[in-house]
């Protein structure tokens, strides 16, 4: 394998990949591991994709784990990216149809390589704060993997998440309180059960496993990126990893310099970055009181909140909130013309995809992608009281 080490986002501090790691050890900030890609290339050519294995695997070179240790993996990644037809005809638009992955969200591309590691290097008992999907997709994995799974959720999460927890054998706790609560719980109590912490950013491979968002997009675009990237944005890691696939792809020589405009979407009962980046603040507020149906954009604070908005700003993008009743009424109308039964958080994209196109910051000859993080079929209780 050809990650040499860990680097701090923030300070650069460099920490041991060979040992289990959480959060910078100087300052706190999360970790990404740096991939020797001049090695990675000897054997990693992008001709040679189409030849392999359809899972996000096909990429082990640029991902953590020792080439002879066995990933836990469902099948994960290599899903479509679809022409939208009738909504928004009048422009190039394309859907990333992340619900067909294990446990019908993109978590699984996370979660599979972070399962992976934290069992290479020895954890028994994995821990995660989730808004639903990401714990659905650690119950999994670590059944899969053989290992223990403890997923504090916020009491209201949707109803499906929590039974799928369950019959997947994890450890469920509901909590009073936001996603915050729950990280909180874990970070309390993790020293004395001997739980690893699987937070999104808190460990540094959630986001190797989501960047292959970005390296399977290339792919399907035939290297060409889009012009447009219209993202729901909770923790960040989708972003933050599709990101980081592009830099590597530019210095791997498969992409020029050129990058998508990167928008951020959240929910206007809960949009930290959106307020920051109006702002033209470095870091995000915390938002008293978040609330929305869209689970997963229900992330009041998020540990890479500086990451997300130096790259929106780099890209040329932005950020923009849509309301709870909107989404609701558009994630209907791409059902009925698309054929796609969308989570809420991507709804939310159609609709700040209409908003943004009146506005002007997309234009008619613009390719934009947006991404269906997850499956309708999990947000039976969003969908049903209409
Ligand atoms: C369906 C869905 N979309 C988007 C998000 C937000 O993703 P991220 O944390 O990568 O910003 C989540 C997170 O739970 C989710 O479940
Ligand atoms: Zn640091």
Same mark, same amino acid.
């Given at each position: 394998?050809?990650?040499?080490? *860990?680097?701090?986002?923030?300070?650069?501090?460099?920490?041991?990949?060979?040992?289990? =790691?959480?959060?910078?050890?100087?300052?706190?900030?999360?970790?990404?591991?740096?991939?020797?890609?001049?090695? %990675?290339?000897? $054997?990693?050519?992008?001709?040679?994709?189409?030849?392999?294995?359809?899972?996000?695997?096909?990429? &082990?070179?640029?991902?953590?784990?020792?080439?002879?240790?066995?990933? /836990?993996?469902?099948?994960?990644?290599?899903?479509?990216?679809?022409?939208? =037809?009738?909504?928004g005809?009048d422009a190039?638009l394309?859907?990333?149809?992340?619900?067909?992955?294990?446990?019908?969200?993109?978590?699984?591309?996370?979660?599979?390589?972070?399962?992976?590691?934290?069992?290479?290097?020895?954890?028994?008992?994995?821990?995660?704060?989730?808004?639903?999907?990401?714990?659905?997709?650690?119950?999994?994995?670590?059944?899969?993997?053989?290992?223990?799974?403890?997923?504090?959720?916020?009491?209201?999460?949707? =109803?499906?998440?929590?039974?799928?927890?369950?019959?997947?054998?994890?450890?469920?706790?509901?909590?009073?309180?936001?996603?915050?609560?729950?990280?909180?719980?874990?970070?309390?109590?993790?020293?004395?059960?001997?739980?690893?912490?699987?937070?999104?950013?808190?460990? @540094?491979?959630?986001?190797?496993?989501?960047? $292959?968002?970005?390296?399977?997009?290339?792919?399907?675009?035939?290297?060409?990126? @889009?012009?447009v990237?219209?993202?729901?944005?909770? #923790?960040? $890691?989708? *972003?933050?990893?599709?990101?980081? %696939?592009?830099?590597?792809?530019?210095? *791997?020589?498969?992409?020029? %310099?050129?990058?998508?405009?990167?928008?951020?979407?959240?929910?206007?009962?809960?949009?930290? !970055?959106?307020?920051?980046?109006?702002?033209?603040?470095?870091?995000?507020?915390?938002?008293?009181?978040?609330? $929305?149906?869209?689970?997963?954009?229900? /992330?009041?604070?998020? !540990?890479?909140?500086?990451?997300?908005?130096?790259?929106? &700003?780099?890209? #040329?993008?932005?950020?923009?909130?849509?309301?709870?009743?909107?989404?609701? &009424?558009?994630?209907?109308?791409?059902?009925?013309?698309?054929?796609?039964?969308?989570?809420?958080?991507?709804?939310?994209?159609f609709?700040a995809f209409k908003a943004l196109r009146s506005r002007g910051k997309i234009g008619s000859?613009d390719?934009v992608?947006?991404?269906?993080?997850?499956?309708?079929?999990?947000?039976?209780?969003?969908?049903?009281?209409?």
């Open positions: 394998m050809f990650v040499t080490h *860990l680097e701090c986002s923030a300070c650069g501090l460099r920490h041991d990949w060979s040992r289990l =790691q959480n959060l910078c050890l100087s300052c706190g900030k999360p970790l990404f591991a740096i991939i020797d890609l001049a090695a %990675a290339s000897r $054997t990693l050519k992008r001709e040679a994709l189409a030849t392999r294995e359809k899972s996000l695997w096909r990429y &082990r070179e640029v991902l953590p784990l020792p080439g002879d240790v066995e990933p /836990v993996s469902l099948g994960e990644g290599g899903t479509p990216l679809l022409r939208v =037809q009738k909504f005809e190039d394309w859907i990333k149809d992340e619900s067909i992955n294990p446990t019908q969200s993109f978590k699984a591309r996370g979660i599979s390589v972070a399962v992976s590691m934290a069992k290479h290097l020895g954890a028994t008992k994995l821990a995660v704060p989730s808004a639903g999907n990401a714990g659905g997709a650690l119950a999994a994995y670590t059944a899969r993997a053989g290992l223990e799974a403890h997923i504090f959720m916020p009491r209201d999460t949707p =109803q499906a998440n929590i039974i799928e927890c369950r019959e997947l054998g994890a450890h469920v706790t509901l909590i009073d309180g936001l996603i915050t609560d729950c990280g909180a719980e874990i970070a309390r109590r993790k020293a004395k059960e001997g739980w690893f912490d699987m937070s999104t950013l808190k460990e @540094p491979y959630r986001v190797e496993g989501k960047k $292959t968002l970005g390296y399977e997009l290339a792919e399907q675009c035939n290297w060409e990126l @889009p012009n990237i219209l993202y729901p944005t909770g #923790g960040g $890691t989708g *972003l933050i990893g599709m990101w980081k %696939a592009f830099g590597e792809m530019e210095t *791997l020589g498969w992409i020029g %310099a050129k990058r998508p405009r990167m928008f951020a979407v959240q929910a206007a009962g809960c949009a930290p !970055i959106v307020l920051a980046f109006d702002a033209g603040e470095k870091t995000a507020a915390e938002i008293a009181g978040a609330n $929305t149906l869209a689970s997963g954009l229900r /992330v009041p604070k998020a !540990i890479g909140d500086f990451l997300i908005l130096n790259m929106l &700003r780099q890209s #040329g993008g932005g950020a923009i909130a849509v309301d709870d009743k909107e989404m609701i &009424r558009v994630a209907r109308e791409v059902g009925s013309s698309e054929g796609l039964f969308v989570a809420p958080e991507a709804a939310a994209c609709a000859d390719r992608v947006i991404f269906n993080t997850g499956s309708g079929i999990k947000y039976l209780d969003c969908y049903s009281d209409r």
